[in-house]
């Protein structure tokens, strides 16, 4: 593991939990922003829906030994790494076993989220009733195509 504090690049961008026991830098472009309103991830997270920035996994350093708690799609059974501080409990990674080339980073653990620009929402269909269609975001009743 390379140092994760030394100076960031230009692009680089770093997060961490709550408490800093686990941390990360990655210094490409993220793939992807999309808004999740699916059930686990609002139970999870404690909030109507993450913001996950898909990252290329092997662009992604991790510093420190976050825990893992993994779910179970409800309707179709998509295995899900939910990654967490053991420490302080903030919800930081999630690794979807379909796309082991990827882990999501969530938006809220980022030192500096500016400049993100989600482009869809998945499980809208389970979106809290209050939250309005945007029509910048293309909206996909499961896990997008
Ligand atoms: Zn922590
Ligand atoms: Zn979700």
Not at 12 to 35: H, K, M, N
Request: proline fraction near 7%.
């Amino acid at each position: 593991m390379s140092n994760i504090d030394s100076v960031p690049g230009a692009g680089a961008r770093t997060g961490r939990c709550l408490c800093g026991a686990v941390s990360y830098r990655f210094d490409v472009e993220p793939e992807a922003i999309v808004l999740c309103h699916c059930g686990h991830c609002q139970r999870h997270s404690g909030a109507a829906f993450t913001v996950n920035v898909l990252v290329a996994r092997e662009a992604l350093e991790i510093k420190g030994a976050p825990r893992s708690h993994q779910t179970v799609g409800i309707e179709n059974g998509n295995l899900r790494d939910r990654l967490f501080c053991g420490e302080c409990g903030t919800p930081i990674l999630t690794v979807l076993h379909e796309r082991p080339d990827l882990m999501i980073v969530k938006a809220g653990t980022l030192d500096d989220p500016s400049g993100l620009k989600p482009s869809a929402e998945v499980w809208w269909r389970r979106a809290q009733d209050w939250i309005e269609p945007s029509p910048d975001r293309a909206r996909f009743d499961g896990d997008a195509p």
